[in-house]
Nanobody, 125 residues
Framework: QVQLVESGGGLVQPGGSLRLSCRAS????????MSWYRQGPGKERELVAE??????????ADSVKGRFTISRDNDNVKNTVYLQMNNLKPEDTALYYC????????????????WGQGTQVTVSS
C-alpha cells in the first residue's frame, strides 16, 4: 500500500525558512514525478514545484522561483522529496501537499496519482 508522509511544516516569521519532507513508501515501481502543491485560505490548490525521477528536471511556480528549492532522494524502499523554502512571505501560508505519480503494479505504463495528508505552513509575525 502506497503511503506518502509529510513533515516539516510550522509557524515561521516573514523572511524565515522551513524545509518540508515527504516520504513515499509501499510502491512496487519507483515514483515518477514528485510534486508539492499548496492550498491557501479561500484559494484553489496550486502546483508549487515538481521534480522528475532522476532529479534532472525541476519546475517551479513563478511565485516561488528563487526562494524555494525541490530535491529528491531515491532508494529501492522509499523515495523522499524535499522542499526548502527560504525568504518566506505571508502569502506562502497554506496547507502543503505532496503528490507522487507512481507506475501501477499490474500495468507500469499507467501512472497512479497519490497524495499525502498535508502539512500546514503559516508565515506570520
Amino acid at each position: 500500500q502506497v503511503q506518502l508522509v509529510e513533515s516539516g511544516g510550522g509557524l515561521v516569521q516573514p523572511g524565515g525558512s522551513l524545509r518540508l519532507s515527504c516520504r513515499a513508501s509501499g510502491f512496487t515501481f519507483s515514483p515518477s514525478t514528485m510534486s508539492w502543491y499548496r492550498q491557501g485560505p479561500g484559494k484553489e490548490r496550486e502546483l508549487v514545484a515538481e521534480i522528475t525521477r532522476t532529479g534532472g528536471t525541476t519546475n517551479y511556480a513563478d511565485s516561488v522561483k528563487g526562494r524555494f528549492t525541490i530535491s529528491r532522494d531515491n532508494d529501492n524502499v522509499k523515495n523522499t522529496v524535499y522542499l526548502q523554502m527560504n525568504n518566506l512571505k505571508p502569502e506562502d501560508t497554506a496547507l502543503y501537499y505532496c503528490n507522487a505519480r507512481i507506475p501501477m503494479p499490474r500495468n507500469p505504463n499507467v501512472l497512479g496519482s497519490y497524495w499525502g495528508q498535508g502539512t500546514q505552513v503559516t508565515v506570520s509575525s
